[in-house]
Structure formats: structure tokens, C-alpha cells
């Protein structure tokens, strides 16, 4: 199993980008997504998550300028960035949590993709 994030650059400020994470490999079922950013000499932050049904949470600072959404038949996930802003400059990792087996299921990363919001 792997999550495969892709959409990160460099943009400037007001503007917008899109990211799209898929999981592909042996599945069962994917659960929950989110997106994660951790920015230089920073914690890793949860910025958006979404449950399989379509349920939503956003990071405070996210709300009303980033929309999550996903694809349950292609196992994906996206990230519309609107109105982005230099503090945004992180790099973006997708997470999602990822049954093998009726069971059996793990938490997984996918590699970052980096978002550079310049002002």
C-alpha cells in the first residue's frame, strides 16, 4: 500500500493550489484522510480531515479558505488552497488510514509535497 501526494509549487499570495493524494495497493477500505503540513522548525499540524461519508474538520486557521474532499471509488483525496498566504509555506503530507483485511488496518504516509506561498 502507498499514498501518492502530488500538486505542491510555489505560488503567490491570494492564490490557489491543488493537492491530490491517492492510495493504491492491496485495499480493503480507506477511512479517514487528512492532510498534514509541517513548516520549517515547526510541529506537524492536522489541516483538514474527512471521514469516508464526507464528514469535515478543518485546522482554524484553514476554515473557509481550504476545502478537502475525496473520491471514495478511486481512493483519493484532494486539497483546494485558496487565498493562500506566506504563513501557508509548509510541506503537505497526505495521511490516511487504511484497512488491509475486514480486521486489519495501519495508519499510512504518503511522501510531501511542498507549498510555497510567496509574498
Known amino acids: 500500500v502507498q499514498l501518492q501526494a502530488s500538486g505542491g509549487g510555489l505560488v503567490q499570495a491570494g492564490g490557489s493550489l491543488t493537492l491530490a493524494c491517492a492510495a493504491s495497493?492491496?485495499?480493503?477500505?480507506?477511512?479517514?484522510m487528512r492532510w498534514y503540513r509541517q513548516a520549517p522548525g515547526q510541529q506537524r499540524e492536522l489541516v483538514a480531515a474527512?471521514?469516508?461519508?464526507?464528514?469535515?474538520n478543518y485546522e482554524e486557521s484553514a476554515k473557509g479558505r481550504f476545502t478537502i474532499s475525496r473520491d471514495n471509488a478511486k481512493n483519493s483525496v484532494h486539497l483546494q488552497m485558496d487565498n493562500l498566504k506566506p504563513e501557508d509555506t509548509a510541506v503537505y503530507y497526505c495521511?490516511?488510514?487504511?484497512?488491509?483485511?475486514?480486521?486489519?488496518?495501519?495508519?499510512?504516509w504518503g511522501q510531501g509535497t511542498l507549498v510555497t506561498v510567496s509574498s
Open positions: 474527512i471521514t469516508p461519508d464526507g464528514a469535515t
Open positions: 495497493g492491496d485495499i480493503f477500505r480507506v477511512n479517514s
Open positions: 495521511n490516511a488510514d487504511i484497512m488491509v483485511s475486514k480486521n486489519y488496518g495501519y495508519e499510512w
